[in-house]
């Protein structure tokens, strides 16, 4: 507010934020950035570039919301955090952010673009506490991040939006995701190429598509997944549970999978390797999935087939 922001949920207030913020980032030693509670910030694209000095805390206790699509100034990311090092983002259950997904969604066929949170090149990131609705497309996008933790965050949209992955995860080490429960239209969470040593405990999904390693080897890339483990996860109605998906064409491998301690509650495809994702016939030499271990599941299935493992050729 003392940067100029109005808080009245009509007025752009994206360049307040970005004042603000770049304010905190030059401080030196902690710096606290307070988006109060008891307002509603409208904002059509921010983005929160480093290199700080300082080491910057934000304390989102009011709300934070998109404009309708018509209105929009974003192109890919709604709220891009890049370069800032040792963040700590911690919502106190109260704040959060609102896409205004639906303005999207009605486009029909049309694939929305905008996603609504994206972490770029940021190293030992805290995020706790935090709602996120209604994104147009994905929710969370972690690209190049290491050493982060996402702690009882709370993602929400309808079954039906489209592309509204909870978490997509990218070329990113050491990310741990806790506690928390995602509702999606699509993924709840997708490790993507590049990472590896991802922890996933103790997250409900649905509904929602699952928790999936890929899809790896699109357009012919090289993909290398490894050291994915999830733990005492709930699945509630999912289109699927423990995913692992691979499109034929790319290269790469996942391996040292593991789903652990899971409790499924009338799933479909409750364990799923797919390597004809897309319906494309597999190659000798496409991503290979190896050392992938499923134990301790428990509950209700939606379908017959519990358990497909529509695997590749090894040669």
């Given at each position: 507010?003392?940067?100029?922001?109005?808080?009245?949920?009509?007025?752009?207030?994206?360049?307040?934020?970005?004042?603000?913020?770049?304010?905190a980032c030059k401080a030196t030693g902690m710096s606290t950035l307070v988006i109060p509670a008891g307002k509603t910030f409208m904002v059509s694209k921010v983005i929160f570039s480093g290199r700080c000095n300082a080491k910057v805390r934000i304390q989102?206790?009011?709300?934070?919301?998109?404009?309708?699509?018509?209105?929009?100034?974003?192109?890919?990311?709604?709220?891009?955090?890049?370069?800032?090092?040792?963040?700590?983002?911690?919502?106190?259950?109260?704040?959060?952010?609102?896409?205004?997904?639906?303005?999207?969604?009605e486009s029909g066929g049309e694939r929305p673009g905008v996603q609504a949170l994206l972490f770029h090149s940021c190293n030992d990131l805290s995020v706790s506490n935090l709602r996120i609705t209604n994104s147009p497309s994905s929710h969370v996008s972690i690209n190049m991040c290491n050493r982060t933790t996402f702690s009882h965050v709370s993602i929400n949209s309808p079954a039906t939006s489209p592309n509204t992955d909870g978490f997509d995860i990218s070329f990113s080490t050491d990310i741990r995701i806790e506690n928390s429960n995602i509702k999606s239209g699509d993924d709840c969470i997708a490790v993507n190429g590049g990472s590896n040593f991802i922890n996933v405990t103790g997250v409900t999904c649905g509904p929602g598509h699952g928790i999936?390693?890929?899809?790896?080897?699109?357009?012919?890339?090289?993909?290398?997944v490894s050291d994915v483990h999830v733990r005492n996860c709930t699945f509630k109605e999912t289109q699927n549970g423990a995913r692992i998906k691979t499109v034929p064409g790319g290269s790469g491998y996942a391996r040292h999978i593991t789903y652990d301690q899971i409790i499924l509650v009338n799933v479909k495809n409750s364990i799923i390797i797919d390597q004809y994702y897309n319906d494309i016939i597999p190659q000798a030499g496409d991503?290979?999935?190896?050392?992938?271990?499923?134990?301790?599941?428990?509950?209700?299935?939606?379908?017959?087939?519990?358990i497909q493992l529509n695997c590749g050729s090894s040669g």
């Open positions: 507010m003392q940067y100029g922001a109005h808080g009245d949920g009509k007025t752009d207030d994206s360049q307040a934020f970005i004042n603000a913020f770049n304010s989102l206790e009011g709300q934070i919301v998109a404009p309708s699509k018509a209105n929009s100034k974003a192109q890919s990311y709604w709220f891009t955090i890049e370069y800032v090092n040792g963040l700590t983002i911690d919502g106190n259950g109260q704040g959060g952010l609102d896409g205004d997904g639906s303005t999207w969604w999936s390693v890929g899809s790896l080897g699109k357009k012919r890339t090289n993909d290398q991503v290979s999935v190896s050392d992938v271990t499923y134990r301790g599941f428990t509950g209700t299935s939606a379908n017959d087939l519990a």
